[in-house]
């Protein structure tokens, strides 16, 4: 319609004014004389006599002139008007269209705001009736339960009135420990089967420092300064890695500690812990520690109407077992003033009850002072109470208890606990799940994140049972992360707090919270700061500013979603979070133009990637990035940041209306990986595809793999992403081309490195048996030990040792075995390690591989070696290159960087791959100052294909660190390069 109404306004446009200067001209033939436009008459013979001249009453020559010059202005005249109008009218047409282009974006995005606004209430709706449905299936389930618990009681009950002594009441009480479902069971939200608790538990660290320190720890201090998400996830890990070598197991603590609390966020596990000492204790599993467990929920306590713990104890039993009352009180008594008895008291924080404050601060008090009293009167009794951490230091604390943390899971301990998780199912289709599941956390560092918690971990695992997959869009699991926080844990075990604010507008907050500090790119927020946006989103709901303070405790407290990070320092419980809020805020609240204007800052990466797969319709998203991608005319960024971060919204699964645009993006991409110079562009853009993947996609980079006419880097390239998906199909392929001797040896390489990364040990059989053949090519041999470094086994590491000390193998392959130690951090062989780098007999390219492997094993004793390496400059100049980099790995950039500028101009000198390697590495941690990076910048002409790639490594990693942007102006026979810092609009 829209279309039929712009044609008939250009025919208005065209042929009224055409019709107008027809019908003027028409008028002035009507009104001119007709002689005025007649023949002349024929030339007479000269024999003809001259016609007298014509009388005085005929027209003139002067009023025929008069009358064309009239006819030609008018003419000129009508035809300004006409080009006038048809200039205005294409104005006119262009604001038309432009208008009209401007509010079909406006209606698009409107269209996709109600729509997603319609959705949520859908969903909200759904979700009503399925949670009425499962009220009503738990409620069944519930009854059911309580009928097989008072059958259970009945027969405990039984089994206690058969015991005659004390010796067989205490031997019926640790029966029905056994089998209490509520002790030796873990049910955690709507789990379709409860788990066995010693079957799927894993061995938690508690570590003895709690208190908060004064600061963030520089590491990730210096992380979120530089503004990159990865390092602030390798500094976290590795500051969890510390804490953990420092950490003690529970039974070490309580053998060390008799009374202690362990502290934890929610869902650290707390709880199972002492469900776990429970059992572990009633079995006689626990050396040197009772074996009469006492286990009491402490909310339960604090609901009860008992004057002290022994009492309520007592009462439970009795209920419960059986076992009297008054026998069991004495029996209890007894055993914990002989320190034959251990008291487990579970969820302290959990006491805060009551409908005002001072009626839960009463509760909590009088649960603390009821502990302080067991703890005096039985000072032989070991005692462990659980709590969560925010809410134990923001209230009166325990007397002489020795304060314990939970540490988060590491890698390791998340892999373990997936396969305890699905070795309780009996189908063999849940172990092979288990090890996919497992594969997945390993590749998706931000879901690792989420992982590291117990009850987050629990999540993922259900989610993964019930679909045999993740979720395609990261941010679906995310919500079910926070819903559970938020909303569900609490409600599932029946815990009553006293609130001040609605889960709903918790959520809110957060999300306000998320976007005011991503915006200023910090994770960590100062409390000052943090209150002040919290009370000025109060009164947007209802609730006076000055409970900031009270709101910001309980969100911390109840939920776990913000925390305390240091003194004074808050942040959300991980960086995943945060970025999961911004982008919900971003599409809450129509802030489309502003993610755009980050485009290109890994800061907001994720962000984009979250928004893409939480946006109703991603199509206009798509459609900004591409048609930013097409408008650079002349200057083209070097790096195609908007078509490569259009990729990676594809990634994100995301709806897209417009289905074109989907077959647009992948097409360019293909396009750019066919015209690119850059290795790195290629890399990434395979990556991307491989990621985005489909059938089709995949099918063509088979092709490309299997097509010896491509580059052999290209399908190296496409050889490793494809190795990541870990698909039958696929691995075969990569094994045949690898046996495959007639095939590019560059390209065999590359395969064997993907297969590496496989955990199967028919691929490490085969990569083995190439190794040890010096017949093969060496650098296939060079791939195979970097492959098989990435191997955890023992007999890798003896064959690696045994090529190593082998100084008649080729210095390639012998190289590449010190780089595979390096990552199996084999610090037995330091000591050879030394030996060959002070060697100047040794070969160069060894002793460079060697001073990389010592930085990267952090042996600072060997910075004074490399100290005395950089001031020989005789010594040749790839290992001084090699010691820069091996003391900025040490963290003694300082030393390092005097030799820097000096070592700069031999970077064109240097032919050899691994050396330029060493130099990227070090000029991308060093290189701060534009006028650097202009340097460098000089060097994307070069002609030296390595070089050309190397330089555009450095500085893609450098523009990412210090916001930078570089365009390229290609007019084949000169190129021009120019350098500018990206506007970002931080706060």
Known sequence: MQRKHMLDMLLLIFFLPGSIFFFLILLHLNAAPAHAFSFAPAVQPIATPIPSPPSPSGPSPDASLQFYGSLSTALIAAGATIIAAVIAGIVVVYQVRRNHRLELEKQQLQFQLDAARQQRQNIAELDKMRYAEKLTVEREEKERERQQRIAAAEAAKATMKAAQTPAQREQAYREAIRHDPDITHLQILDMSQPLEVTKVYVR?????????????????????????????????????ETRSSAAMTPQDALQKYSHCIVLGDPGAGKSTLLKYLTLKAVNQQLANLPDLPIHIALAEFAYSDAQDLIEFAAARWDERYGFPQ??????????LAAGRAMLLLDALDETVIGNNDERAAESYRRVLTAINQMAARYPKAPIVVTARKAGYYRRPRLHSFTELEVLDFRLDEMKQFVINWFD????????ATANELNTKLEQTPRMQVLAANPL????????????????????????????????????????????????????????????????????????EELLTVIANFLPTVGCPAQQCKLILSEIEEENGLLKEQAQGWHGFLHLTLQEYFVALY????????????????????????????????ASLLLQKLMR??????????????????????????????????????????FELLRTTPYSLTEQQVISTLVDIGGSEVKGKLMAILKDKQEAPFVRTLVAQALGKQEEGAVVAELLAILKD??????????????????EERAVVAELLAILKDKQEHPDVRWSVAQALGKQEERAVVAELLAILKDKQEHPDVRGSVVQALGKQEERAVVAELLAI????????????????????????AVVPDLLTILNDKQENTGVRWAAIAALVQLDEREAAKPFLISLIPSIQEMHEWDVKEDIQNTLKELTQSILTIRLLTRLLKSRDHLLLNRIHLILWTICQREKVRISMLDLKLIKFVKVSKRKYRYV
């Open 837 to 860: 780098l002070k060697d100047k007999q040794e070969d160069a390219y060894v002793r460079r591989r060697v001073a990389g492997v010592l930085g990267e094993l952090g042996e600072r």
């Open 586 to 617: 971003a599409t809450e609240n129509n802030k489309l133009d502003t993610l755009l204007s980050y485009c290109g800052d890994p800061w907001w990466e994720e962000v984009f990637s979250l928004y893409a797969g939480s946006v109703f319709d």
């Open 424 to 431: 309780q199912h009996t189908v063999a289709r849940r172990h």
């Open 741 to 758: 001797k007639q095939e590019d040896y560059f390209v065999r390489g590359s395969v064997a490195q993907a297969l590496g990364k496989q």
């Open 326 to 335: 008054a026998e069991a009180r004495v029996y209890i008594e007894q055993h």
């Open 628 to 669: 930013q991608e097409k408008g650079q005319l002349l200057w083209k960024d070097v790096f195609h940041t908007n078509l490569l971060w259009a990729g990676c919204c594809l990634v994100a699964r995301p709806r897209i209306g417009q289905t074109v645009l989907r077959e647009k993006v992948i097409a360019c991409l």
């Open 204 to 240: 938690v660290r508690l570590h003895e420092e709690t208190r908060l320190s004064y600061d963030i720890e520089a590491a990730l201090r210096s992380a979120e300064q530089r503004g990159d998400p990865n390092a602030m996830l390798k500094a976290s890990w590795a500051s969890l």
């Open 456 to 527: 987050l971990l629990c999540l993922i695992v259900m989610v993964y049972e019930v679909q045999q997959n993740l979720p395609e869009k990261r941010a679906e699991l995310y919500k079910q992360c926070v819903d559970t926080l938020l909303y569900k844990w609490d409600t599932s075990r029946d815990i009553r707090r006293l609130r001040e604010f609605k889960p709903e507008h918790k959520r809110q907050l957060l999300m306000e919270i998320a976007w005011h500090f991503h915006q200023q790119g910090r994770r960590y927020f100062p409390e």
